[in-house]
């Protein structure tokens, strides 16, 4: 949705409470993908779990009655846009084995009743703060939070400063110009996917002339782990593009959404421009960290671009001399993400005009907070 906008309201601050999911150890076909029970919006991966003992001639997803996607070969898995409003689906899983009869599952996700709506669309903030000493500050009650748009006191309707769910995208930048650096960028990608906590989703992108999905929203630190053997280098670097589309594949989710390049240097095959770029993420209010390799710490012009991306997120950017050090960019990283707060409000300016709202986050005794800049007023869709 424009601008990212909160649809919930009491739903959302309890977040979803998905029931226990079973593994092929227990049965040798689940649905992995969403979760039972969820609250889900926006692009949403399908995925069925089948146990390599059962031969699979085919695997059907049917969403709301409806046959959304077959499919015939792992992996089982396929991208479905479940709109803007939270509402229930019926998603059912028919498995048609090799030999023997098909086996189907089926699961509910969760809907907004009318009482839990809210009449103005909430904006979505993710903050960071830090003490004097730069270390990350975590514990602090919702009144120490105060938030402005363009100068106006705005009430903050949502706060969560503990177990606040995070979809995080990590795209690498697999083109040739990477060959030399690709093992080790691969130990520290690898190193850095493991810590993320595995109730955190995770989706791995590799981009060069092209963007190539290699997991999708998985929380097991091994499938994650696999995705990355599977990076070969190779073509030129799309960086714009690649940005653009991870953006839109975060854009409608609930919660923190945070979004980690990797790339060694400038844009070099892209269809869309820096000003393409830069206008998708003010209507989003995902998070942009770069982590710049190469030609990106030497040439300023690439810096400044880098910063002229990311800094308005809330995000920022890293810069390593060597790929032996991304692991010390990867941890920084982990404890900002582990360390951060999210706000909602309810903006007093409903008028949806495409203008440009600066947002202002200040809390009480720390002058060290680093949030989106502002977001884009883009009209309903």
Known sequence: M??????????????PTPAPALTTAETPVVISSPSAS????????LRAAIDPSVPVQSVTFFVDGRQFCVLNEPPFDCEWDAGSVISVHLIRLVVQPVSGDRIVKTLRTKGIGYADRVNVEAIQVTVTVTDDAGRFVSALPRSAFSVYEDGKSQPVTYFA????????????????????????????????????????QVTLLGFNDS????????????????????LAPWGATALYDVIVRAVDML??????????VFSDGEDQGSHLSLDDVERKLQSSDVTLYMIAQGRGISQDYLKKTMQRL????????????????????????LDELSNQY???????????DDTWREIKVQVDGYPNVRARQGYRAAPFK
Do not use: C, W
Request: no cysteine.
């Open 251 to 260: 854009g409608r989710q609930v919660g923190r959404k945070a979004l980690v």
């Open 310 to 333: 990311t800094v308005p997120t809330g995000g920022r950017t890293f810069t390593t001399d060597s790929v032996e050090q991304l692991h010390l960019a990867f941890e920084e990283l």
């Open 211 to 230: 963007v190539f999905a290699l997991t999708r929203k998985t929380t097991d630190p091994s499938e994650r782990v696999r995705a990355v053997d599977r």
């Open 38 to 45: 969820a609250y889900i919006s926006g692009v949403t991966a």
């Open 342 to 352: 999210l706000l909602g409000y309810q903006p007093s300016n409903g008028a949806r």
């Open 2 to 15: 424009a601008g990212s906008l909160l649809t919930l309201a009491t739903a959302q601050q309890a977040g």
């Open 161 to 200: 400063s503990k177990d606040v769910p995070l979809e995080l995208i990590v795209a690498v930048d697999i083109s040739g110009s990477m060959t030399a650096s690709m093992p080790k960028l691969k130990k520290a990608v690898k190193d850095f996917l493991v810590a993320v906590p595995s109730k955190d």
